[in-house]
């Protein structure tokens, strides 16, 4: 028995000895998840080889030197808690795609881990202070973005940018442009390509048709380095909006595609990184570091990126095997992980790292032009039927509050914040059964009644099905009807749907025109509530015109209070999922950005080498 008591307390010390030790510091995560997930299966792979490997020149790293300078006389940075980094070892994540692998950005499903390609700008700046602005939702701030194949632009207007490209880009060593200097040239081939606008190309890529910036018209190049961004309208937040897509933005080589064969893997090349070097179909993505990349890390200017010699994607058709590869260290970093899987990895694995993200909901929509969803009335009775604290401390597990919104409140100085709200705008999202009955009998409807909401599998139903039962609480019926995802989306945007439609709250897009659009009268294709309000319109219109960030951010919480007050949907919450990562990984801190906007993420962490030979990984 002492033995075995000796044994347990030496694996207890052995595991916070890691812990201290790993570079990366614990966040907080909640303790009051009443649910556990089962055990998952051992990591497999499946898959025949259908190429070789392309080996690289062996070439000399570029690599920091320790200063001579003692610590205690440098400059301190947030950062510096990581350590120095360390090159060398590999980096595994799985393939979150919901499709098979894509070489040509021409497509977009697959197009995520085009990690030899590069973006005009980057969605996270490393030196910026997490605790400032963590990167862990879909959206940058403008002020919070940093320019990459761009050194610096200007936004002239509302409808100009001009983007100055960063001299001394070298496209990889590898035909067919065997290192030659990037140029703004090069831009502007893309931006015609996708968007149809010159070079040959007419028609727009049809994948990126409703997903390209807002009234993006053309790049055009006006020298080798200066690059002119011209939207059709005024828009208000054109950057933000070229910023995302990512695979919009990831600039390929003109000389690529004319050579054709574009879904060959072994002709992928880019500016970036990582070179792409292997790829076994339904098994795995190998890149290997490009040798002459032309980037430096911000936080260690002296350190020419990547740090690890490899970064290998595996093909993990399920989320229990890549749970169970997590466990086992067969990759290193998990990101969107469910409330349940993470209170189940915190108990298998505590020394696992684990980040908090804000996440959106599944809500509501209603025809605000059709009976009886165009009396305010009747849809702020809806909204006092639902018991938001309920669901969030049952169905969610008390991981969120159930604090109502409409845009996600993570997307601090965008979002109409709750603590703001005046106390009668809070009431009408509380939980009232008596004034809901009330509403509905001065509406016309002392019965309630029947109605319909269409959804699809992309939205929970589990949570549907609450939010039904709630509602026969004010003798509100509805029934829900599900349609396969194509099914729907050609339903409601053909505005067939006549009652409820399946809905987004919290919403957490890293571009602010979608989420305007949602209620904008002259966009039924994203205004599925067909929403006809002249002073959301105005909200609009001003956003559109403004070129401040401030601006910007002030007109989108005043279109966030407008939906609010006016009760366009029926509101939820913010949800949350987690980011989960291994205590070896270091200069990560659970940002979004490893699929899509990877290439720049993935380059600027390293592993530490004796902390996961201490872990026996």
């Known amino acids: 028995m002492k033995m075995k008591i000796v044994s347990a307390l030496a694996i207890v010390l052995f595991i916070v000895l890691v812990s201290t030790a790993s570079c990366t510091p614990s966040t907080t995560t909640s303790t009051t998840i009443s649910q556990t997930s089962t055990s998952s299966p051992s990591l497999t792979t499946t898959g025949t080889p259908v190429s070789t490997t392309i080996a690289l020149p062996e070439q000399t790293k570029t690599k920091t030197t320790s200063s001579t300078v003692p610590t205690s006389s440098k400059e301190t940075h947030w950062w510096d808690k990581w350590g120095e980094p360390q090159y060398g070892g590999k980096i595994t994540i799985p393939f979150n795609s919901p499709g098979a692998p894509k070489f040509d950005n021409y497509s977009f499903i697959g197009a995520n881990y085009q990690w030899w390609l590069e973006t005009p700008w980057s969605p996270i700046d490393p030196t910026m202070d997490r605790s400032i602005w963590s990167y862990r939702i879909g959206f940058t701030p403008e002020k919070y973005i940093t320019g990459n194949l761009l050194e610096k632009w200007e936004i002239t207007d509302a409808q100009t940018i001009i983007g100055h490209v960063r001299k001394g880009i070298k496209w990889q060593n590898k035909p067919p442009v065997n290192g030659r200097e990037f140029t703004a040239y090069d831009m502007q081939a893309h931006y015609d390509r996708l968007m149809g606008t010159g070079g040959g190309f007419t028609e727009p890529a049809p994948m990126y048709i409703g997903m390209s910036p807002p009234y993006f018209e053309k790049a055009t190049a006006t020298d080798k380095y200066t690059v002119v961004f011209k939207f059709s309208r005024p828009t208000g937040s054109g950057l933000i909006g070229l910023v995302d897509p990512f695979a919009f933005n990831t600039i390929e080589a003109p000389e690529w595609v004319a050579q054709g064969d574009l879904e060959n893997w072994k002709n ?31 936080r260690y200017p002296e350190n020419q990126p990547p740090y690890a010699d490899e970064l290998s994607v595996l093909m993990i058709p399920d989320v229990p095997t890549k749970l169970a590869a997590l466990r086992t260290g067969k990759i290193d970093v998990f990101d969107g992980v469910s409330w349940e899987q993470a209170k189940s990895l915190s108990q298998t694995n505590p020394e696992l790292k684990q980040a908090t993200v804000s996440s959106g909901a599944t809500a509501v929509g209603l025809r605000n032009d059709k009976a009886p969803f165009n009396d305010i009335r009747v849809r702020k009775a809806l909204q006092l039927a639902l018991d938001l604290k309920s669901i969030a401390s049952g ?223």
Request: hydrophobic letters at 35%.
């Open 268 to 298: 992928a090349v880019g500016t970036g990184p990582w070179i792409l070097t292997n790829y076994v179909e339904g098994s795995s993505m190998t890149f290997k570091r490009n040798p002459e990349y032309w980037g430096h890390d911000q």
């Open 395 to 617: 169905y969610f597990g008390g991981t969120v509050d159930g604090t109502p919104c409409w845009i996600n409140p993570g997307l601090k100085g965008y979002a109409y914040e709750y603590k703001d709200w005046p106390q009668e705008l809070k009431d009408e999202y509380s939980h009232n059964l008596t004034k809901a009955r009330q509403l509905l009998t001065e509406a016309g409807y002392p019965n309630g009644f029947k109605t319909n909401i269409v959804t699809s599998g992309m939205y929970d139903v589990g949570l549907l099905q609450i939010i039904k039962a709630q509602f026969l609480d004010i003798g509100v019926d509805m029934e829900i009807k599900m349609m396969d995802q194509g099914t729907f989306r050609s339903y409601v945007n053909a505005g067939k749907h006549d009652q409820m439609v399946a809905w987004n709250s919290a919403m957490v897009q890293a571009s602010m025109p979608p989420i305007l659009a949602r209620f904008d009268s002259t966009n039924l294709s994203l205004n599925w509530c067909h929403v006809n309000d002249p002073g959301y319109d105005a909200i609009v219109a001003q956003f559109n015109k403004a070129t401040d960030p401030d601006e910007v951010a002030r007109l989108m919480r005043e279109s966030d209070k407008r939906v609010l007050e006016q009760h366009y949907i029926i509101s939820t919450f913010a949800t949350v999922t987690y980011n989960i990562w291994q205590p070896y990984l270091c200069g990560y801190e659970g940002e979004a950005w490893l699929g899509w906007g990877g290439t720049f993420t993935t380059a600027r962490i390293w592993i530490d080498q004796q902390a996961k030979k201490a872990m026996g990984r």
